[in-house]
């Protein structure tokens, strides 16, 4: 069962399985409401067969931090073989061993500096995208008018 809020209502549906991934950064967001355990870089903390901190609830893929497709299936195939009670396939972990390596030298290559982090200088936003922000609360810099 997996409770949804939307506004002030809350709709609870029964579900076999669910899976989130916004990309860039682990998503955690659901395993952290559940109480599992996040590292440093706020991905799932898994162990050998992607188990997470709680009896009977595996992690794999983007959650478990960012490794691309090939690391997701790899993880898929382990936690499923540990769901299932199966035993450690070395094979697999010697897999997914090689596409973490692939994702930290792809990580590293492509991190961004801080200057690609910060929010650019106001002026060089258009004026109908800072109001849109701003109105959503998601712009932190004090609106003003200026003439043009």
């Known amino acids: 069962m997996v409770t949804i809020r939307r506004g002030s ?7 076999n399985r669910v899976a989130c991934d916004y990309g860039l950064a682990p998503n955690a967001t659901l ?14 903390c898994i162990d050998d067969m992607q188990p997470t901190s709680l009896d009977d609830i595996y992690a794999a893929g983007e959650c478990t931090g960012i490794g691309g ?39 590293h290559a492509f991190a961004l500096d801080d200057a690609a982090t ?13 109001r849109r922000h701003a109105w959503r609360g998601r712009f932190p810099h004090k609106l003003t008018r200026r003439k043009i």
Do not use: Y
Request: glycine share 6%; charged share 25%.
């Open 69 to 107: 497709m090939e690391l997701a299936r790899v993880e898929g195939a382990l936690a499923g073989k540990a769901a299932l009670g199966l035993p450690r396939d070395d094979t697999l972990i010697r897999e997914r061993t090689k596409w973490r390596a692939f994702a930290q030298r792809i990580g």
């Open 31 to 44: 395993a952290l409401a559940i109480g599992c355990a996040l590292d440093a870089n706020h991905a799932i």
């Open 118 to 130: 910060k929010m650019p200088p106001l002026e060089t936003i258009p004026l109908p995208l800072r």
């Open 9 to 15: 209502s809350d709709e609870t549906i029964a579900v």
